[in-house]
């Protein structure tokens, strides 16, 4: 047998970041941190999680209005309805027969 067995192979490729995290993971750590902030006025993307983060609870409460504005409009139903009613009277107005 090989050397080199199916998932014993170790990959070089290198994962991509996560899109969110809150936590900084060790790599990031220290002063030759790789992908760290290491400049002033750089933000590396732990930091604009934390930043991300802290609009949470301003999206959530703009998601809930949005869903109250969803559920306060008329149904489609209803929405078929009243142009059918309108078309009606403009009908009548025009004279146009039916």
Do not use: C, H, W
């Not at 050397?3 to 060790?26: K, M, Q």
């Not at 949470?56 to 409460?61: D, V």
């Amino acid at each position: 047998a090989g050397f080199a067995s199916g998932s014993t192979v170790a990959l070089a490729v290198p994962r991509p970041l996560p899109e969110f995290s809150l936590i900084r993971p060790d790599y990031m750590q220290g002063v030759d941190a790789a992908n760290a902030a290491t400049s002033r006025g750089t933000i590396d993307f732990i930091t604009r999680s934390k930043i991300d983060a802290l609009q949470f609870p301003k999206a959530r409460e703009e998601v809930r209005k949005q869903e109250a504005a969803f559920k306060m409009a008329p149904s489609r139903e209803q929405r078929v309805q009243r142009a059918q009613a309108q078309a009606e009277r403009l009908a009548v107005f025009l004279e146009i027969p039916s």
